[in-house]
């Protein structure tokens, strides 16, 4: 039980005494004490109390200079680029993606090319023995890396080991779901497994400087298995997407502590491995010659670089009565409604009783919302069946009421498709008198858009 303090402070001077009396012994007043609420004093917070016996801390301002973190080039350029510049002394950054994308073979050919540029650098895996990760380095070509390499699971036997003499530069643990803790109960993979192992190897990297790479698993949606507290302890997610069909992956930043999360990295599988794509709108582009109807390119901006992908859009009409169908690929569904929505009650085009399907070639996704307005001349195009000119982009938000608003970095989007042939843009009236190689075409409204798309005017 805890025990109670009773204490009796006198309204006329403050005073405290633990016993009531008639009269004060401070200030001599009558029947002042006043019983108050007790503090409940447990043996614990007796014991233990915060507020004391601990070591200052020192308190420093934002003005304070500050040094920039030190970065280990990985030797893969499109992968510096998505971490922001490079591996960072003492950080610890997860990377996740689906089983077969291409993880471990991106992070063996960094390890291996940070080893053959002079750095200490060790792997562990989990899931493969020894062998089959140096079968693998043999065929990419990067057999003979100086990579330090083991096959283990154990959390106390790895960190034992790598105590025992010079830290490696770079660490990576292939995966974080196969580590094992003795310290806690249970499986490897369980949360409470995860959650422990990480965090012994992330206070390992803290105190002796080791950039730490964690390979996680994926959920059948995509996302990081295991704890979500696991995300907010590194200081970088990295997501790995692509479809196995497809021969190119995009590295893409959710989480940096020391960069932006607005650059991609583009990588192409081949059979030396990952291959770095300086150019990554070549991909995402088809041959054009032929004008086809309900296709548009878009100039996407994905951190600094612009990428240029084609949209894709099929219009099919239904029987009277059938309930229509809207499939999107590569985009958000809730967006491809709404410009269904403007382009019905703004511009009198009716889609209701088709089945609309959207898709961006190549795997591609895109979040920008500038991506507006080549979604709407696909979709007027295939309904219409008049294909949009091959030599011309379309960029631009638009609005509920129908206007088409500008969007950022214009110039740099039409600087890019000049540089691969095009010659006309669709945009926005507001940015359509900036200087340009191409012929620029300003709308205001997404009515002014489709008149022209349809020819009225």
């Not at 079968?135 to 003979?144: E, K």
């Not at 094992?180 to 206070?203: K, M, N």
Request: hydrophobic share 45%.
């Amino acid at each position: 039980m805890a025990k109670i303090q009773k204490r009796f402070v006198c309204q006329s001077c403050g005073s405290v005494t633990s016993r009531w009396q008639g009269q004060c012994l401070d200030c001599s007043e009558w029947n002042t004490l006043v019983e108050e609420a007790p503090a409940i004093v447990t043996p614990f917070q007796a014991k233990h109390n915060l507020q004391g016996g601990g070591r200052a801390i020192a308190l420093v301002g934002l003005d304070a200079e500050v040094a920039l973190p030190a970065r280990l080039a990985s030797g893969i350029a499109e992968l510096d680029r998505a971490l922001g510049g490079g591996f960072v002394e003492g950080s610890a950054t997860l990377i996740g993606g689906d089983p077969g994308i291409g993880k471990s073979t991106l992070l063996l050919q960094a390890a291996a090319r940070m080893a053959l540029a002079g750095a200490h650098v060790a792997y562990v895996s989990g899931e493969e023995a020894a062998d089959q990760v140096r079968l693998r380095a043999r065929r990419l070509g990067l057999g003979a890396a100086p990579v330090q390499l083991a096959a283990a699971t154990s959390v106390r036997d790895i960190l034992t080991t790598l105590g025992q003499g010079r830290p490696p530069a770079l660490l990576v643990i292939d995966s974080i779901q196969t580590m094992h803790s003795d310290l806690i109960e249970g499986a490897p993979g369980t949360v409470s497994q995860v959650r422990a192992s990480a965090q012994e190897l992330i206070r390992f990297a803290k105190e002796r400087g080791t950039a730490l790479v964690l390979v996680g698993h994926v959920t059948k949606d995509g996302t990081i298995a295991g704890p979500r507290v696991l995300e907010h302890m590194v200081d970088t997610v990295l997501s790995f997407e692509g479809e196995r069909s497809h021969q190119y992956r995009i590295l893409r930043a959710i989480k940096n502590r020391f960069g932006g999360t607005d650059e991609i990295g583009v990588f192409a599988m081949q059979s030396e491995g990952l291959a770095e794509v300086s150019n990554p709108s070549a991909l995402f582009l088809t041959q054009r010659e032929e004008g086809v109807t309900g296709t548009t390119v878009f100039p996407a901006l994905e951190g600094t670089r612009p990428v240029l992908v084609e949209i894709q859009a099929l219009v099919v009409r239904l029987a009277s009565g059938a309930t229509p169908r809207r499939a999107v690929v590569g985009w958000d569904s809730g967006r491809l409604a709404m410009i269904l929505a403007v382009l019905e009650a703004r511009c009198g085009l009716s889609f209701s009783s088709a089945e609309v399907y959207l898709n961006i070639a190549g795997g591609y996704r895109v979040q920008d919302p500038a991506a507006d307005l080549a979604v709407a001349a696909a979709l007027v195009s295939a309904l219409s069946e008049r294909p949009v000119p091959a030599e011309a982009v379309a960029f631009g938000e638009i609005a509920l009421s129908g206007e088409v608003r500008p969007v950022a970095h214009g110039a740099l989007r039409l600087k890019e498709a000049g540089k691969l042939g095009f010659e006309r843009a669709l945009v926005p009236a507001a940015i359509a008198g900036e200087k340009s190689e191409l012929r620029l075409a300003g709308f205001r409204t997404l009515g002014q858009f489709v008149d022209h798309m349809l020819g009225r005017g």
